[in-house]
């Protein structure tokens, strides 16, 4: 796998990797305004012409919020997201960025742990946050 940063041309991939991993899934519309935004920062991992994975933030002031983060089916399990989180986290320091936070689901715990051993730490819920009733974990990792 080798990361690269966000280009139009994986945008298709990564709405179809957006729908095997989340109940409300980005659709290619809603990523396009990503690659214009002078804040935002993705990375996507890809093997040969194939999107894997792809993780991004946006830098508010001296903070990252980060946006999406996702693992193609097949490819998980093999450490790609701690990759991601990684290569994420480094670029933001380039930025000047001190702080990193995020929302995950209360019952994704695979993210959950993945999230907790890359340092961040769990600050607060938002109530029924998900389209599907589930409350987000507000996590920040200080850099």
């Known amino acids: 796998m080798r990361l690269e940063r966000l280009r139009f041309e994986h945008l298709a991939q990564m709405a179809e990797i957006e729908k095997e991993a989340f109940d409300a899934p980005w659709s290619v519309n809603m990523f396009i305004p990503e690659l214009a935004?002078?804040?935002a920062n993705y990375i996507v991992g890809v093997d040969g012409d194939e999107?894997?994975?792809?993780?991004?933030?946006?830098?508010?002031?001296?903070?990252?919020?980060?946006?999406?983060?996702?693992?193609?089916?097949?490819?998980?399990?093999?450490?790609l997201g701690k990759q991601l989180i990684s290569a994420?986290?480094?670029r933001a320091k380039l930025l000047g960025i001190?702080?990193?936070?995020?929302?995950?689901?209360?019952?994704?715990?695979?993210?959950?742990?993945l999230y907790e051993k890359n340092g961040f730490v769990s600050c607060g819920i938002r109530k029924k946050?998900?389209?599907?009733?589930?409350?987000a974990i507000i996590m920040w990792k200080e850099l």
Request: hydrophobic share 35%; proline share 2%.
């Open 51 to 79: 999107v894997i994975c792809y993780g991004g933030f946006r830098k508010i002031l001296n903070e990252g919020h980060i946006m999406n983060i996702a693992v193609k089916k097949g490819y998980r399990e093999q450490g």
């Open 98 to 113: 001190e702080r990193i936070t995020l929302e995950v689901s209360s019952i994704n715990p695979v993210a959950i742990m």
């Open 129 to 135: 946050y998900y389209e599907n009733g589930s409350d």
């Open 37 to 39: 935004c002078e804040d």
């Open 88 to 90: 994420m986290i480094a």
